[in-house]
Protein backbone atom coordinates (compact mmCIF):
# COMPACT_ATOMS: atom_id res chain seq x y z
CA UNK A 1 0.00 0.00 0.00
CA UNK A 2 1.37 3.27 -1.11
CA UNK A 3 1.64 6.05 1.48
CA UNK A 4 1.80 9.71 0.78
CA UNK A 5 1.93 13.25 2.81
CA UNK A 6 2.00 16.14 1.19
CA UNK A 7 3.53 19.65 2.54
CA UNK A 8 4.22 22.60 2.28
CA UNK A 9 0.89 24.67 1.94
CA UNK A 10 0.75 28.48 3.36
CA UNK A 11 -1.12 31.58 2.69
CA UNK A 12 0.76 33.79 0.20
CA UNK A 13 0.09 37.02 -1.52
CA UNK A 14 -0.91 36.74 -4.85
CA UNK A 15 2.04 36.53 -7.45
CA UNK A 16 3.73 34.64 -4.94
CA UNK A 17 5.02 30.86 -5.63
CA UNK A 18 5.12 27.77 -3.05
CA UNK A 19 6.69 24.39 -3.87
CA UNK A 20 4.68 21.52 -2.32
CA UNK A 21 6.08 17.87 -1.38
CA UNK A 22 4.51 14.31 -1.37
CA UNK A 23 6.47 12.09 0.65
CA UNK A 24 5.55 8.54 -0.79
CA UNK A 25 6.62 5.49 0.93
CA UNK A 26 6.26 2.22 -2.02
CA UNK A 27 4.71 2.30 -4.68
CA UNK A 28 7.81 2.08 -7.03
CA UNK A 29 6.17 2.31 -10.71
CA UNK A 30 3.07 3.76 -9.76
CA UNK A 31 1.74 6.79 -11.58
CA UNK A 32 2.23 9.82 -8.87
CA UNK A 33 -0.54 12.99 -9.96
CA UNK A 34 -1.50 16.20 -8.02
CA UNK A 35 -4.74 17.29 -7.80
CA UNK A 36 -6.89 20.20 -6.00
CA UNK A 37 -9.95 20.59 -4.58
CA UNK A 38 -11.19 24.69 -4.23
CA UNK A 39 -14.02 25.06 -2.61
CA UNK A 40 -17.44 24.25 -3.54
CA UNK A 41 -15.78 22.85 -6.39
CA UNK A 42 -15.15 19.31 -8.09
CA UNK A 43 -11.54 17.82 -7.50
CA UNK A 44 -9.36 18.15 -10.53
CA UNK A 45 -6.30 16.54 -11.86
CA UNK A 46 -3.54 19.40 -12.87
CA UNK A 47 -0.60 17.20 -13.67
CA UNK A 48 1.18 13.92 -13.37
CA UNK A 49 4.43 11.22 -13.82
CA UNK A 50 4.43 8.56 -15.48
CA UNK A 51 7.18 5.88 -15.27
CA UNK A 52 7.23 5.02 -18.91
CA UNK A 53 5.70 8.31 -20.48
CA UNK A 54 7.07 11.55 -18.26
CA UNK A 55 5.38 14.33 -17.27
CA UNK A 56 1.49 15.54 -18.49
CA UNK A 57 -0.03 18.60 -17.46
CA UNK A 58 -4.00 19.21 -17.91
CA UNK A 59 -4.66 22.92 -19.53
CA UNK A 60 -5.08 24.67 -16.64
CA UNK A 61 -1.39 23.69 -14.37
CA UNK A 62 0.66 24.64 -18.32
CA UNK A 63 2.67 27.75 -17.55
CA UNK A 64 2.50 28.06 -14.25
CA UNK A 65 3.10 24.32 -12.48
CA UNK A 66 5.70 22.38 -12.81
CA UNK A 67 5.92 18.73 -11.17
CA UNK A 68 9.11 17.04 -11.10
CA UNK A 69 10.14 13.94 -8.59
CA UNK A 70 13.04 13.17 -6.91
CA UNK A 71 13.66 9.60 -7.41
CA UNK A 72 16.56 8.91 -4.88
CA UNK A 73 14.26 10.12 -2.05
CA UNK A 74 11.05 9.05 -3.81
CA UNK A 75 9.64 12.77 -3.47
CA UNK A 76 7.42 14.30 -5.93
CA UNK A 77 7.04 18.27 -6.07
CA UNK A 78 4.71 20.41 -7.30
CA UNK A 79 6.36 24.03 -8.04
CA UNK A 80 3.46 26.68 -8.79
CA UNK A 81 4.89 30.39 -9.60
CA UNK A 82 2.18 33.54 -10.16
CA UNK A 83 -0.58 32.41 -7.91
CA UNK A 84 -3.79 33.65 -8.02
CA UNK A 85 -6.49 33.81 -5.70
CA UNK A 86 -8.15 31.24 -7.84
CA UNK A 87 -5.33 28.86 -7.08
CA UNK A 88 -7.11 29.10 -3.19
CA UNK A 89 -7.42 25.26 -3.10
CA UNK A 90 -6.60 22.18 -1.06
CA UNK A 91 -3.86 19.94 -3.06
CA UNK A 92 -3.46 16.69 -3.07
CA UNK A 93 -0.88 13.98 -4.32
CA UNK A 94 -2.35 10.86 -5.57
CA UNK A 95 -0.93 7.53 -6.69
CA UNK A 96 -1.69 4.07 -8.40
CA UNK A 97 -0.70 1.42 -10.85
CA UNK A 98 -0.49 2.24 -14.57
CA UNK A 99 -3.59 0.94 -16.46
CA UNK A 100 -2.30 -0.57 -19.37
CA UNK A 101 0.75 0.73 -18.77
CA UNK A 102 -0.25 4.13 -19.16
CA UNK A 103 -1.23 6.96 -16.47
CA UNK A 104 -4.46 9.23 -16.89
CA UNK A 105 -5.98 12.01 -14.97
CA UNK A 106 -9.80 9.70 -15.38
CA UNK A 107 -8.55 6.68 -14.29
CA UNK A 108 -9.25 6.55 -10.39
CA UNK A 109 -6.51 6.77 -8.38
CA UNK A 110 -6.38 4.40 -5.48
CA UNK A 111 -4.10 6.13 -2.55
CA UNK A 112 -4.28 9.64 -1.50
CA UNK A 113 -2.48 11.77 1.02
CA UNK A 114 -4.47 14.04 3.13
CA UNK A 115 -3.88 17.37 1.52
CA UNK A 116 -1.98 20.37 2.11
CA UNK A 117 -4.13 23.84 1.82
CA UNK A 118 -3.32 26.85 -0.33
CA UNK A 119 -4.36 29.83 0.12
CA UNK A 120 -3.67 32.56 -2.03
CA UNK A 121 -5.01 36.15 -0.70
CA UNK A 122 -5.10 39.41 -3.38
Known amino acids: QVQLEESGGDSVQAGGSLRLTCEIS??????LAWFRQRPGKEREGLCL???????SYEEIAKGRFTISKDKEKNRLFLDMKNLKPEDTAMYYC??????????????????WGPGTQVTVSS
Open 94 to 111: AARTPWYGHCFFNVAYTS
Open 26 to 31: GGKGDC
Open 49 to 55: YAPDDGW
